[in-house]
């Protein structure tokens, strides 16, 4: 009997670690599904709750680069400096920005993500809005349609590029 219940405790423990395996080793998230994630954690590493002190600017800023190519092309039209970012400037730029505001909450609306055939690069398209409170109590916001150009680097999807997206109107 002790040696039956050894043996399905064994087989259990088996079973456990396979599975574990499984889902370590497989990559089982779609390239949509990441393209989502990444930029949805540009968003929350933007975003600046009323009361986030000194810590949490640096902690978020110095995320961001992770997120980007280095150098990227960045061309906003008035928010910041249009030009190549290294992974340094876009942490500065982000303290810099985040300094400024009590919150700030980005947002991403009406996204269109489009994958090349050879799976390295993808171009997603979306409307950004801005949303935040100065340091003086001035009220900001803005909304971009902009082009964010991805590549994949070493399995991880990453910002290379991004700009105002020219939209004819009829």
């Known amino acids: 009997m002790v040696r039956k219940i050894r043996i399905v405790i064994l087989l259990l423990i088996m079973i456990a670690a396979a599975i574990g395996a ?6 089982t998230e779609s390239d949509e599904a990441h393209l989502r994630r990444v930029l949805s954690e540009i ?7 009323d009361g986030d002190g000194t810590t949490s600017n640096l902690i978020h800023s110095k995320a961001l680069p ?3 190519t280095s150098p990227c092309h ?15 400037s876009i942490t500065n730029n982000s ?7 009590r919150s700030l ?3 991403i609306k009406d996204l269109y993500l489009e994958i090349a055939p050879d799976g390295k690069t993808a171009t997603a398209d979306f409307a950004a809005s801005i949303r935040g409170v100065l340091n003086n109590g001035e009220e900001a916001e803005g909304i971009r349609d902009l082009r964010c150009k991805m590549v994949k680097q070493d399995g991880k999807w990453k910002v290379g590029a991004v700009n105002i997206r020219e939209v ?3």
């Open 168 to 170: 004819l109107e009829k």
């Open 74 to 88: 960045v061309s906003l039209g008035g928010y910041v400096d249009s030009g190549d970012f290294t992974s340094e």
């Open 105 to 107: 909450s980005p947002a």
């Open 95 to 101: 303290m810099r920005i985040r300094s400024m505001f």
């Open 66 to 68: 992770g997120y980007f």
């Open 43 to 49: 968003v929350l590493n933007i975003t600046k709750r």
């Open 22 to 27: 499984w889902y370590f080793f497989a990559d």
